[in-house]
T-cell receptor
């Protein structure tokens, strides 16, 4: 069964500090997708990144970077030089595509972790 | 471009009352999702539509929940009758195609059942 664990419930940092949000997942599928979403106080989840199981390259986008390690089933998210506007709840999510890949009309269910609330203080 | 629109933003009802939520997805997005997010939890999928067809409703409590997406655009999620445990935020999302593409979320409807 799919499972996503975000062990850090809440993190509080001071502006300009670097912070890493942990995500550990469980899946039996060979083909799957990993996501990070940001949920600011307004409530709308904002897509940050999608990674498929065959692409273990780390990714950097501005102050954001992601470390995908299949060996440890982890997909961690680092914010460099955090800012107050980064304060939000961050969700990691897993989507299983099935061993043969994604099929139209199949069960394309995203399973979310419980989220990590990040507070960046000025 | 307008995002996903949901209404109402907040709803307070007494238990056993019916309630309905409305969602207007981003124009051109054929896939629509309804999620429920309990306090302190991540969203959980209730139902997914491809155009007007519900292709995954395995998580929808069908005894009291129903949904429709007429003409493959707007969608309505209904609860009848509501129970105390239904208090949550109901999120609508849309995407262009399925296949785990980027989902765009609306602001949600916060339901409180008294």
């Amino acid at each position: 069964a799919q499972k996503v664990t975000q062990a850090q419930t809440e993190i509080s940092v001071v502006e300009k500090e670097d912070v890493t949000l942990d995500c550990v997942y469980e899946t039996r599928d060979t083909t799957y997708y990993l996501f990070w979403y940001k949920q600011p106080p307004s409530g709308e989840l904002v897509f940050l990144i999608r990674r498929n199981s065959f692409d273990e390259q780390n990714e950097i986008s501005g102050r954001y970077s992601w470390n995908f390690q299949k060996s440890t089933s982890s997909f961690n998210f680092t914010i460099t030089a955090s800012q107050v506007v980064d304060s939000a709840v961050y969700f990691c999510a897993l989507g299983e595509a099935g061993g043969s890949g994604v099929t139209q009309g199949g069960s394309e269910k995203l399973v979310f972790g419980k989220g990590t609330k990040l507070t960046v203080n000025p | 471009e307008a995002g996903v629109v949901q209404s109402p933003r907040y709803k307070i009802i007494e238990k056993k009352q019916p309630v309905a939520f409305w969602c207007n997805p981003i124009s051109g997005h054929n896939t629509l999702y309804w999620y429920r997010q309990n306090l302190g939890q991540g969203p959980e999928l209730l139902i997914r539509y491809e155009n007007e067809e519900a292709v995954d409703d395995s998580q929808l409590p069908k005894d009291r929940f129903s949904a429709e997406r007429l003409k493959g655009v707007d969608s309505t999620l209904k609860i009848q009758p509501a129970e105390l445990g239904d208090s949550a935020v109901y999120l609508c999302a849309s995407s262009f195609g399925g296949g785990f593409g980027e989902q765009f979320f609306g602001p949600g409807t916060r339901l409180t059942v008294l």
